[in-house]
């Protein structure tokens, strides 16, 4: 069992930028490759970014390259996102998830634990 809490968001402007942090309750490097997925209002919940276990590889939904970086710290059992040139679309609640699936997952059922969410909200 994985607990995860997401922590760091916000409000703020168009072309801002927030770091948004997820805080595991265990180890999660040898087995667990880390996500990012949103949810819109009125919308499904979507993959926006993963980070493999060695933190070696990493995966983006198109909407975001170029502007989002996803990371991990093992040591410290935490997973970021960074968040630059932010855009009113991408207003929504971010979760971080975690999954032992093979690599490539962007599905949101191939991840087995889940945090609560944090808000990001990006005004125009």
């Known amino acids: 069992q994985v607990q995860l809490v997401e922590s760091g968001g916000g409000l703020v402007q168009a072309g801002g930028s927030l770091n948004l942090s997820c805080a595991a309750s265990r180890r999660t490097d040898s087995r667990y490759t880390m996500a990012w997925f949103r949810q819109a209002p009125g919308k499904e919940r979507e993959f926006v970014a993963a980070?493999?276990?060695?933190?070696?590889?990493?995966d983006y939904v198109d909407s975001v390259k170029g502007r989002f970086t996803i990371s991990r710290e093992n040591a410290k059992n935490t997973v970021s996102l960074q968040m630059n040139s932010l855009k009113p679309e991408d207003t929504a609640v971010y979760y971080c998830?975690?999954?032992?699936?093979?690599?490539?997952?962007?599905?949101?059922?191939?991840?087995?634990?889940w945090g609560q969410g944090t808000q990001v909200s990006v005004s125009s």
């Open positions: 980070i493999s276990r060695t933190g070696l590889s990493t």
């Open positions: 998830a975690a999954g032992t699936m093979t690599w490539g997952a962007r599905q949101k059922y191939e991840y087995d634990y």
